[in-house]
């Protein structure tokens, strides 16, 4: 399961998800509207000063902002209805601190291995929180609100299922299709549930996000496609993660707000075409580069050793076209999402995505894995700068409506389960 | 009480923010808008439920009702719990989670604990775990593998005559490891390269066609049995499916979860780990076959030649990368099987004494006392690796031991294995009893050794001192004394002369 589709444990679609290294944790998500901005300030005193603020827009260091709509396809501003002037536009700033996160990251986990992850529920509700209290919209931070006890009670059973799965299925076979095709017909409810949880236990500014959508359409999106795509050998692939990220946008509202999605498949269709011809040219430059291992070894098998610059290749062309896609469809998700009048805007940088996905990688190797914290920062940090939201009018409008619940079993069970829905 | 702190109050209504200063008095919570007489909020403070401290992470005071207050007076907030004298385990792990030194401290600890898990706790628990499991279990998941097998594998090619040599070959080792239960052998053809040999979970050994014909000897075929037997008693099938998937556990509850093994980055733990457990598994199962070996008298010697011929058999790839195969390097393997086994004379220790000739009188031997456990220790390295082009040391003069007339007087049969160096000047230092099968014989077996003279070994043209093992044998049918009149006495299959009859 890579970054960029939205795991079905992602409340919110396309987030800063710190890439390749951190889809469970990638905390912050969503994207409420409202009032003014502190923004290069890194203390928690900066809530206090917004107090005194005005509703204005700081610049952001990292990308441009976003400008509305060009007139050019838009009808152009119409005084009498004054639904297209310039909105004011507000970053997402982003507070974590490696060093910080890394002190939490490696106690949180050494606490689990000693409880034989027993905390490991705590843990990943602290690593969260973490990620969406340092997550500040119009000077207010988001949180995270799960109830421990009701992770752990999920990660048992799963844990039980999967340990039982691999044991019985080493004794009867017959059982792994017969648990691989039970697992397909619980697929949409875990989707549902764990996009429930999640987003359930999101707030912003004291109101909870909802996650409803129905098993029929889960199910629709989550198996049926995927039958298209087997018959028409995969080239359906990107229109069915356009119509995903469209089931995971659109089932979310924070209180009577409701997220839009209205992205044609062209875009992702560009996207995963680029993506697919840089593994491609690399496969190529791989073939020849072996071919002419194969002729200096005199047509003898190369070993192991002599292929490994093509590894280096592929492995790099996977990495890179994996990054781009997932830049590319940053960028298109967040310019199409909606939450009722209001709009957000992003501009991320492919250039500046995938070298800082490159220094993550080399360090997640050097240091195995222990710099896992320092590239979750880095990454959520700048996804975060690129990212803007545009009120298409006062956000403190948006009310509550209605109750709803989420069950920490569907959102473990997404985490498990994502190892076979991803290709 | 106190002079309160600052916060916003949102009324869970809406996204409207209202600034307020919290006050508590009287185990009441207050909260005020600025300049205003009356409290907005006014609760009871035990009704409040209170976001833990997390960093520098606002708070969150939950009122009953539906409202939230959010605060970046962390301090403030801190106090009033003190004075609750509640969230004392969380302000623990704060504690914890604010000090550089904890974090050192806590990352030495961490990677310790988890290479420790890994290597020793998972594999432990592992082992008891597959000992637990019904033999009725283990045999179906041996029927289930076979079945899988099936389908690529095509029938034996061998005639009957050929199989039967196989079979007689494990009910050797069978009687002399006091297994009552036989494996159950299958032949299958591989395909040309494809000389292997494998154990399924329930005692099914698998045996190709081409590794029946690539053996040089009865022996060797044996040596690989009892390789495959091994896998088969120490229960690895069963292990190696209860670790892995344990071991997968463990790195997804460490890194988060499991979507992170897709990664690459994620995977190369996993991967090492996975290599490292079967690197164990077959050294385990080189050591069980060794020691069976030599309780049938057979040496171990024909085990490094059968590796080393199939080792030869295979296409060149990769053959350095240790840790990257699953079977740990051949050469690693021979050399601790029999140190100083010489590759180049592969065929030679089919020394002719023993190949073929039953043991009826081993297989009722008394349990070798040999102590597995150090076993591996014993066998120390080679004091020097002779290549193929050295010369090893020949014998120039061996006098059988004496027959202890305790044992003569009743019949007894036995064998000792020594190990040995023969020196720069040919003579042997450093004896050690590898294993017996009675203590009884073990001292005139030394004795006899000791005395015995080589031609020393050579390396590049240098006298080199060479470590080796022996095998003696002490058979009372045989009329004078131990077996000092025959041609070629207790065989000695090291590091034989090339010249050997």
Same mark, same amino acid.
């Given at each position: ?423 | ?316 790839? #990769? !053959?350095?990368? =240790?840790?990257?195969? *699953?079977?740990?390097?051949?050469? &690693?393997?021979?050399?601790?099987? /029999? @140190? ?120 590049? #043209? !240098?006298?080199? =001192?060479?470590?080796? *093992?022996?095998?003696?044998?002490? &058979?009372?049918?045989?009329?004078? /004394? @131990? ?19």
């Amino acid at each position: 399961m890579s970054d960029h589709s939205a795991t079905p444990e992602q409340p919110s679609p396309e987030f800063p998800d710190p890439a390749s290294a951190a889809p469970a944790d990638a905390g912050a998500r969503f994207a409420p509207p409202a009032l003014p901005l502190p923004a290069d300030t890194d203390t928690p005193a900066d809530l206090r000063e917004t107090l005194q603020r005005t509703l204005q827009t700081p610049p952001q260091p990292d990308c441009p902002p976003r400008l509305p709509p060009s007139p050019a396809t838009q009808p152009p501003p119409s005084p009498a209805t004054g639904m297209e002037q310039p909105r004011p536009s507000h970053g997402f700033v982003f507070h974590g601190e490696a060093r910080e996160y890394f002190r939490i990251w490696i106690v949180n986990t050494l606490l689990t291995i000693l409880t034989c992850g027993l905390y490991s529920a705590w843990a990943k509700v602290r690593k969260r929180r973490y990620l969406r209290g340092n997550t500040e919209l119009m000077g207010h931070r988001f949180d995270y609100r799960a109830n421990p006890p009701r992770i752990l009670a999920g990660n048992i059973l799963v844990a039980l299922m999967f340990l039982a799965y691999m044991v019985v299925g080493e004794v009867y076979p017959v059982v792994r299709f017969g648990a691989l095709l039970a697992g397909l017909i619980l697929l949409p409810w875990v989707v549902v549930r764990s996009l429930s949880f999640n987003a359930h236990n999101t707030t912003y500014r004291g109101m909870r996000f909802y996650s409803r959508q129905t098993y029929g359409w889960a199910a629709m999106t989550y198996i049926g496609q995927w039958v298209i795509i087997i018959i028409t050998l995969g080239f359906y692939y990107p229109a069915w993660v356009r119509n995903r990220k469209k089931f995971t946008i659109e089932s979310h509202r924070l209180g009577d707000a409701f997220f839009r999605f209205e992205s044609k498949s062209g875009p992702f269709y560009l996207a995963y075409l680029v993506g697919g011809a840089m593994v491609f040219g690399a496969a190529m430059i791989g073939g020849v580069l072996t071919t002419l291992i194969i002729t200096l070894n005199g047509g003898r098998v190369p070993s192991t050793l002599q292929l490994v610059p093509f590894f280096l290749i592929y492995g790099f062309a996977i990495y890179s076209s994996k990054h781009f896609v997932y830049a590319q469809l940053f960028n298109q998700v967040w310019n199409n999402t909606r939450l009722d009048e209001h709009r957000f805007s992003a501009n991320l940088s492919v250039g500046k995505w995938y070298g800082l996905q490159m220094a993550n990688l080399g360090a997640m190797l050097v240091s195995c894995g222990l710099l896992y914290p320092w590239a979750t920062m880095r990454s959520t940090r700048y996804a975060l700068s690129c990212l803007r939201f545009q009120p298409g009018g006062p956000i403190e409008k948006i009310s509550r409506l209605g109750k709803s619940d989420g069950s920490a079993f569907g959102e473990t069970a997404a985490e498990f389960v994502g190892l076979d829905i991803g290709l | 009480m106190n002079p309160g702190f600052h916060g916003f109050l949102f009324d869970g209504e809406s996204l409207l923010v209202k600034p307020v200063t919290v006050t508590v008095t009287a185990g009441r919570l207050q909260g005020h808008a600025p300049e205003a007489p009356e409290p907005m909020v006014d609760v009871s403070l035990a009704d409040v439920a209170i976001s833990d401290r997390l960093a520098s992470v606002p708070r969150y005071l939950y009122l009953p009702g539906g409202g939230t207050i959010e605060t970046p007076d962390n301090a403030a907030v801190d106090l009033l719990l003190a004075g609750q004298r509640r969230g004392r385990t969380v302000a623990l792990v704060h504690a914890l989670e604010i000090h550089s030194r904890v974090a050192a401290a806590a990352t030495v600890l961490l990677v310790a604990a988890i290479a420790g898990a890994l290597w020793w706790g998972l594999p432990a628990l592992a082992l008891r775990v597959a000992l637990a499991v019904p033999e009725r279990i283990e045999l179906q998941m041996g029927e289930a593998g076979l079945l899988a097998i099936n389908r690529f594998l095509p029938d034996t090619g061998l005639d009957r005559r050929a199989r039967h040599r196989v079979q007689s070959q494990l009910n050797r080792l069978m009687a002399v490891a006091g297994i009552q239960q036989k494996p159950r052998l299958v032949f299958r053809s591989m395909g040309e390269n494809a000389a292997n040999a494998f154990a399924l979970p329930g005692g099914i050994i698998v045996v190709s066609d081409e590794l029946v014909k690539l053996a040089g000897s009865d022996d060797e075929i044996a040596a690989v049995l009892a390789h495959e037997t091994g896998h088969w008693q120490r229960r690895h099938g069963t292990q190696g499916v209860l670790r892995n998937s344990a071991a997968l556990l463990v790195v997804s509850t460490v890194t988060g979860d499991l979507s992170t093994l897709t990664t690459f980055a994620g995977t190369i733990p996993f991967t090492l780990l996975q290599r490292g457990y079967s690197r164990e598994f077959e050294a385990e199962a080189d050591r069980y076959a060794v020691d069976l070996l030599r309780r049938a008298g057979i040496n171990p010697a024909h085990f490094a030649a059968i590796l080393d011929k199939l080792e030869k058999s295979r296409p060149a790839t #990769g !053959r350095d990368l =240790s840790y990257f195969n *699953t079977h740990p390097s051949t050469r &690693d393997r021979i050399q601790r099987i /029999a @140190p100083g086994f010489v590759a180049g004379n592969a065929a030679a220790p089919a020394a002719k004494p023993e190949s073929g000739e039953p043991f009826p009188k081993l297989a009722t031997a008394a349990p070798v006392k040999a102590n597995r456990g150090d076993l591996e220790g014993r066998f120390t390295e080679p004091s020097v690796e002779l290549g193929p082009d050295d010369k090893p040391p020949r014998p120039l003069s061996r006098k059988a031991p004496r027959y202890p007339e305790e044992m003569r007087k009743k019949s007894i049969a036995g064998s000792v294995t020594l190990e040995f160096t023969i020196d720069q000047s040919g003579d042997v230092r450093s004896v050690r009893v590898v294993n017996s099968t009675h203590r009884e014989f073990e001292e005139e077996a030394v004795t006899a050794v000791k005395d015995w003279k080589f031609a020393p070994g050579e390396k590049n #043209g !240098r006298k080199v =001192s060479v470590r080796s *093992t022996q095998l003696l044998m002490f &058979d009372p049918s045989d009329d004078e /004394a @131990p077996q000092a009149g025959r041609g070629a006495p207790p065989t000695i299959d090291l590091n034989p002369p090339p010249d050997k009859p």
